[in-house]
């Protein structure tokens, strides 16, 4: 299977980079073929903007999304987004690895997906009308494949618990899970969260290590989070509110998974 | 008083940058003073790296916090990263606006949170004890200041209702507004949030900036949102889980707002 990992810091010689290390060669060693977009290596340029486009006019208005649709259509893409749209088309499974800061991916990792997620690709997919509203959440152009985090965390794992201050990790994730991988189309499996990263030994990387491989060894026959089609029947469209009788007192974020 | 408005869009004539000419102007004529941080303008480097200490020393391993930490009490921190805390200091409400992408904030507001908020500054302020975990959710270097947020999103209101696809806007900004904003000190006020940007005629701008006028004009006497202070008895330390009697049957992050 082909493996797109999308890696995000800034030090090599970090746990974050012994573990993308320790991941390539496990996935290769089992016969994968694996791709690694090194963000901070790859000096990815993090601020989508008007230069995205080789049409770009300084006289315009800019339009993010109108713009990115005309640059997807026309193949008018800044090349650094249209290869890593390449690779995801590629990949059979796509990793995202980085460090949680302030509760979300790094800057350099969110502007990776403003930019690549273009108009036409990741969003405004499909038709919208009475009984569809785009092709999306469950469906795109991601569909088929498998996505998974991989997540440090320098807070306690008490902290992100049901009751913790940070919020459950689910919760946290949530936006990058189900609106950034789930949206277009990916299968998401249950994210490998490591916890106070600051106070790791020998023993306890070695821990992590295994458990890690065992996850990547598991990526073709791990279940996926069942977060609910939008367009399988659970939701009212276009209001694309749950159905009165799906998950009927159920609020909030856990009411999207089944 | 005096308003920092930090402001993430990259086009001056679209929906974000009128309502941000026209906050500047609302505040001016009711005798605050404003600075603008327009980050899109000022070309803010969106990406925390090494080079972000003055003392940068390729030879050596870089750490996220500990570099930070080191450059923020040395003074010997990138000058764009000084300049924003002065700012912030000066401060007595600081308004984020910037429209949503993939359900946070854009990249080049990111990076201006993750450079901006030092080891020190933002976070790892105060002491850690057994009835302590540092001055931050409710305690910090923004006691005493408030904070708003100013959003746009494209899709409709109903999706972001209780029952909506996307999640409810309070779990959607909860990262934001409690981990970004309540973390470092803040008093967060609620935000003020356009829905469906794309479909707002010159009857509907109208209508959204009258809200937001008298929005800005309470700044002073808004409520805000009445998250729990950390060290003030709702949480057992350091675990920094809920305790038994509070919010009983609670779980998520509704739970964190008394």
Redesign the interface.
């Known amino acids: 299977m082909n493996i797109l990992l999308v890696y995000a810091h800034?030090?090599p010689?970090?746990l974050n980079g012994s573990l993308k290390n320790f991941s390539v060669k496990r996935l290769e060693d089992a016969g994968h073929v694996v791709r690694v977009s090194d963000l901070?290596a790859m000096k990815?340029k993090?601020?989508?903007?008007?230069d995205d486009s080789m049409d770009r006019r300084s006289d315009m208005?800019?339009?993010?999304?109108l713009d990115s649709k005309r640059a997807f259509e026309t193949g008018r893409q800044s090349e650094d987004i249209a290869l890593e749209q390449d690779k995801l088309r590629w990949a059979d499974a796509v990793i995202l690895q980085f460090?949680l800061?302030?509760?979300?991916m790094?800057?350099?990792l969110?502007?990776w997906?403003?930019r690549v997620?273009a108009y036409g690709f990741a969003y405004g997919v499909g038709e919208h009308s009475d009984a569809r509203w785009g092709d999306r959440?469950g469906e795109g152009t991601m569909a088929g494949k498998r996505a998974m985090l991989i997540v440090t965390a320098?807070g306690?794992e008490?902290?992100y618990?049901?009751?913790?201050?940070?919020?459950?990790m689910d919760?946290?994730l949530?936006?990058?899970q189900?609106?950034?991988l789930y949206y277009p189309g990916f299968d998401v499996l249950p994210p490998f969260v490591i916890y106070r990263t600051?106070r790791i030994d020998e023993a306890g990387f070695s821990r992590i290590r295994d458990a890690l491989g065992q996850r990547l060894d598991d990526l073709w026959n791990t279940t996926p989070i069942p977060f609910r089609p939008?367009n399988g029947g659970a939701?009212d469209i276009?209001?694309?509110?749950?159905r009165p009788e799906v998950a009927p007192d159920?609020?909030?974020?856990?009411?999207?998974t089944g």
Chains 1, 2 share one sequence.
């Open positions: 800034p030090e010689k970090s901070y990815w993090a601020s989508l903007d008007a208005r800019f339009d993010p999304a460090p800061w302030w509760f979300s790094p800057a350099i969110k502007g997906v403003e997620y959440y320098g306690w008490s902290h618990s049901p009751r913790g201050i940070n919020g459950p919760d946290v949530f936006p990058i189900h609106g950034i600051s939008q939701y276009p209001q694309l509110t749950l159920q609020v909030g974020f856990a009411a999207h």
